[in-house]
């Protein structure tokens, strides 16, 4: 599994890339602890089987789509 974090910064409605591609939760966690003063909606958390399916997400997520889980349900960003 893939893991990256992106951040929303000065309000700006798209959302960039913060964090290298981390492969391991034990990473995840370490860099978030660095980014714990921020306020939670500013930062998403993306993760993905595939290298390029965290792209396709950071992507849907700056297009305002409705992201699907997993188990069939769906958020809206």
Known sequence: MYYRVAIQVDAVPTWQWKSTVLSSLDTL???????????HDQL????????E???EQLEQE???????????????P
């Open 29 to 39: 966690f370490h860099f978030l602890r660095l980014f714990r003063a921020l306020p």
């Open 62 to 76: 700056n297009q305002g789509a409705v992201l699907p889980f997993g188990d069939g349900s769906t958020i809206s």
């Open 44 to 51: 998403r958390v993306f993760s993905s089987s595939s290298r």
């Open 53 to 55: 399916g965290l792209a």
